[in-house]
């Protein structure tokens, strides 16, 4: 019965906008991506249902750019990132870096591999292992990938250290000695060793405080700039998104439900859920909420355990029709929209009045 499913065809992935200056094309390209876990049960452990945390997510990434995925919590953004790491095998569906297909390697040869793609995890207190120095932290991945450096590892920690805004002596120190934001400054100097080209930050802000947010975010920002770094964001925070990405794919129950340009995405939003997840956005500015309402949705999340029919977001949509119970809206530009926003809704939001000409 899933077998079917997982050989379906795959979508293709939606256009990625050129980025300014004319760009270097896509470094990341993710097509049909799906991850299933099977529910076992009963003395014999026979299968009796499938969790679609995944469910043919596609999106490419520019060169030099930053990829936004944000949802609600289970929605399979940080399977989708695990996946692109290959910390999880793909069900099914195609992952090129660089135009070499990595979602069938097989582990002995994915170890070169780590140096072009690392990643941010999201708790800064978790990811660190409390026994070992700063040094022995940063340093190990020149040891675990047998990389020699032109004056050791030392010098090489330390100038790590300083690249992302510690004090070179901070060497011998150990995790606990540090606050959180300097915690996942020794975290992003660690993912930076082996030089990688893409980086994939899981919540890189949300274990932090809110003063020290934004000084994370501006550093990751002045690391691509530095350093040609390309990017995919996880998160759930829309500002910190808005920030700091590009581009900004959106997704629910395991699909994308609409990517775009985040100028675009932002200020035009054309699925409903996306239009849900922007009005909670708190505006600090009375005079700058141009009267926008608070969109509540009702009901809960379907489970991935059991999908609705039709379009997944349909029991909890304002617009549902007979139409979204029964059809799965393809996710597609739409005619005459911007290219490259995509989105997955039979009834789209119209696009705002244009302001009269005088």
């Known amino acids: 019965m899933e077998t079917d499913a997982v050989k379906a065809a795959e979508p293709a992935a939606p256009a990625a906008s050129p980025a300014p200056g004319g760009g270097e094309g896509p470094l990341l390209e993710v097509t049909g991506l799906r991850k299933y876990f099977p529910v076992h049960a009963g003395l014999m452990r026979r299968q009796v249902a499938t969790v679609k945390a995944v469910d043919g997510v596609s999106f490419s990434v520019d060169r030099g750019r930053t990829l ?6 289970g929605c399979g953004k940080t399977t989708t990132g695990r996946m692109i790491m290959r910390l999880e095998d793909p069900t099914a569906g195609s992952i090129r870096f660089e135009g070499r297909e990595i979602a069938t390697l097989r582990q002995s040869r994915l170890r070169p591999l780590r140096r072009d793609i690392q990643m941010i995890f999201q708790d800064p207190y978790s990811s660190l292992n409390p026994r070992k120095t700063v040094g022995s932290i940063v340093g190990a991945p020149f040891h675990l990938q047998d990389i020699k450096t032109e004056h050791g590892v030392k010098r090489a920690v330390q100038e790590l250290l300083e690249l992302v805004g510690l ?3 901070h060497y011998n120190r150990y995790p ?33 405080d809110v003063s020290i947010q934004a000084q994370v975010v501006n550093l990751l920002e002045d690391l691509q700039n530095e350093l040609g770094l390309t990017y995919v964001v996880i998160a759930h925070d829309l500002s910190v998104v808005r920030h700091i990405s590009d581009r900004v794919a959106v997704m629910y129950l395991g699909r994308i439900v609409e990517i775009a340009d985040q100028a675009d995405l932002y200020t035009r939003p054309k699925h409903p859920y996306t239009k849900a997840l922007l009005s909670a956005v708190p505006v600090p500015d009375p005079a700058a909420r141009d009267g926008r309402e608070r969109i509540r949705l009702t009901g809960d999340v379907p489970s991935p355990l059991n999908p609705p029919p039709g379009c997944p977001f349909h029991p909890r949509c304002w617009k549902a029709q007979d139409r979204c119970k029964v059809e ?31």
Not at 68 to 73: A, D, F, K, Q, R
């Open 68 to 73: 936004g995925l944000v949802g609600e919590s």
């Open 167 to 169: 004090n070179p002596e």
């Open 176 to 208: 606990h000695e540090f606050s959180g934001g300097q915690r996942q400054r020794i975290g992003i100097a660690r993912t930076l060793a082996l030089k990688p080209k893409l980086i994939v930050a899981d919540e890189p802000v949300s274990a932090l």
């Open 328 to 358: 799965e809206p393809a996710l597609a530009d739409e005619a005459g929209g911007t290219p490259g926003h995509a989105v997955a809704c039979h009834f789209p939001e119209p696009a705002p009045e244009a302001a009269p000409v005088p």
